[in-house]
């Protein structure tokens, strides 16, 4: 069992930046994904890192101005975001999974099993 918890959220004005992070304790997650949901919307994929380092992906919307790490050492994740949009703000979760074979895509929710509670971001025009 897995246990992750974000920090780093807050508000910031557009054109701004703020870094997450996620503490991984427990088993080990081969891969680590940032997702975000906006009231009344779906969950979306922002990024993903798997630990092979055959995986590091975005979603088209924050190619360019987001950046994930991570320290296999500390066991943490981070995602480093700049030139915030107001479209960015949402609550973002840290989510793992150890699937080696599946066809469900990285950025998909279904893919991962463990979730951490989020941390609220909010982005002001």
């Known amino acids: 069992q897995a246990e992750l918890v974000e920090s780093g959220g807050g508000s910031v004005q557009a054109g701004g930046s703020l870094r997450l992070s996620c503490a991984v304790s427990g088993f080990p997650q081969r891969c680590l994904a940032w997702f975000r949901q906006a009231p009344g919307k779906e969950r979306e994929g922002v990024a993903v890192s798997c630990t092979d380092g055959s995986i590091l992906d975005y979603a088209a919307s924050v190619k360019g101005r987001f950046a994930m790490a991570r320290d296999s050492g500390k066991n943490t994740a981070s995602l480093q975001m700049n030139d915030l949009k107001s479209e960015d703000s949402a609550m973002y979760y840290c989510?793992?999974?150890?699937?080696?074979?599946?066809?469900?895509?990285?950025?998909?929710?279904?893919?991962?099993?463990?979730w951490g509670q989020g941390t609220q971001v909010t982005v002001s025009s």
């Open positions: 989510a793992g999974s150890n699937l080696v074979r599946s066809r469900l895509p990285y950025l998909s929710p279904s893919r991962y099993t463990t």
